[in-house]
Each structure stands twice: as structure tokens, then as C-alpha cells.
T-cell receptor, first 118, second 111 residues
């Protein structure tokens, strides 16, 4: 089956620093990647959708200047949390969908990145 | 009102029991429906899609009632390994890839 990796799996940083999270599709080309955030005991919330080579589409309430998304290739998308603060501490999960042109592609999820901002 | 609502549980059941979870969704135009399973501190994994005619996969049976905007998941002969959080997921009208997740129902299967 399709495999999606995320790196790092866990990161602890000081308030004010920026953190980059990588999402890679290992055995397929991902035309679309999604970034989710999950706070404890809450549902996964979609933050943004990124298509290779174009700007990401952010969900309402998600600051695009704070959460920078780059989808430079068909196998890699990055999420950078700029000037992270304790309230940004969360579980960040990416997913990738691979069939170009299909409207209901299966999303394959990465293992997630647990961010703790001190 | 949340787009997808679930009873958070936990549901504590003995091994071998049958347990059912329900989920309601607010958008009557929602197109596709799924149950995902999420283990603690892990990513969600697709358990099964849900069809109007109902569908079964081994010990798992999913039902969709569009008129009542209601989805269910039935687990028979519960195993310890079934302990997890079960997420109800829908996609909007027009399909596309956007998934809307419920907060999940926690199941604990005990000896």
C-alpha cells in the first residue's frame, strides 16, 4: 500500500522559533497533500490543501503567514510553523492523495508530528 | 452545531461483546462516508467506507441513513485489539478530497 512519512515525529522547541515538518509520499506521486492539526481529545481539523506547484488553499481561521506550506515536488510537502507559541503545540498530520484528476482519491496519512512549544 | 457529531465515550466492553457507535452529520448534501480508526498518538487509518445499502467487513458492519443523516458502526465479537478511537468522517457535496472528521468515539475492550 501507499506509504507516507513525516519528519520529525516529535519536536520540542522554544517559543518564538520556527519549526519545519516534512511530509513525503514514498512510493507514489502525490498531486495533493493535506495538513491537519489535532488537539487533545478533539477531531482532526484540516488546515490547508496543497497541490504540487501551486499555492496552498487554507481553511478559514488558519493564518497562511504563520503556517507556511510548500509543495515543491510530487513527493514532498513541508509545513513551517513560524514563530511558534505554546498554543501551537499540537499533533500535526499530513495526508497525500495521488491519482491525478480523480475527485475522490484515497488519502494516505503520515504518522504525524507531535509539536511541543515551551 | 458541529458538522459531524459523535458520542466521545469511552465505551468499556468485555471481550466478545457487540458494540455499536453512532454518528450524525449536519450537511444533508454530504457525499461520502467513512469510519476511520485512530490509536493513541497515531495517525487515523481507514477502517471502511459506508454505503447506503450497508456494508460488512468481517466483524464490522456499517450503515448509512441519509434521511436521518446518521451513520453507524457495529463491531461483533470485540477483541482487545479493537480498543481505539473510531472516527466518523464525511466528504462534502461535490466530493473532492476534503475530509471532515468527528471527534471520535473511544472504545476500550477489556478481559
Amino acid at each position: 500500500g501507499a506509504v507516507v512519512s513525516q519528519h520529525p515525529s516529535r519536536v520540542i522547541c522554544k517559543s518564538g522559533t520556527s519549526v519545519k515538518i516534512e511530509c513525503r509520499s514514498l512510493d507514489f506521486q502525490a498531486t495533493t497533500m493535506f495538513w491537519y492539526r489535532q488537539f487533545p481529545k478533539q477531531s482532526l481539523m484540516l488546515m490547508a490543501t496543497s497541490n504540487e506547484g501551486s499555492k496552498a488553499t487554507y481553511e478559514q481561521g488558519v493564518e497562511k503567514d504563520k503556517f507556511l506550506i510548500n509543495h515543491a515536488s510530487l513527493t514532498l510537502s513541508t509545513l513551517t510553523v513560524t514563530s511558534a507559541h505554546p498554543e501551537d503545540s499540537s499533533f500535526y498530520i499530513c495526508s497525500a492523495a495521488g491519482l491525478a484528476g480523480a475527485s475522490t482519491d484515497t488519502q494516505y496519512f503520515g504518522p504525524g508530528t507531535r509539536l511541543t512549544v515551551l | 452545531r458541529k458538522e459531524v457529531e459523535q458520542d466521545p465515550g469511552p465505551f468499556n466492553v468485555p471481550e466478545g461483546a457487540t458494540v455499536a457507535f453512532n454518528c450524525t452529520y449536519s450537511n444533508s448534501a454530504s457525499q461520502s462516508f467513512f469510519w476511520y480508526r485512530q490509536d493513541c498518538r497515531k495517525e487515523p487509518k481507514l477502517l471502511m467506507s459506508v454505503y447506503s445499502s450497508g456494508n460488512e467487513d468481517g466483524r464490522f458492519t456499517a450503515q448509512l441513513n441519509r434521511a436521518s443523516q446518521y451513520i453507524s458502526l457495529l463491531i461483533r465479537d470485540s477483541k482487545l485489539s479493537d480498543s481505539a478511537t473510531y472516527l466518523c468522517v464525511v466528504t462534502p457535496q461535490g466530493g473532492g478530497n476534503k475530509l471532515t472528521f468527528g471527534t471520535g468515539t473511544q472504545l476500550k475492550v477489556e478481559l
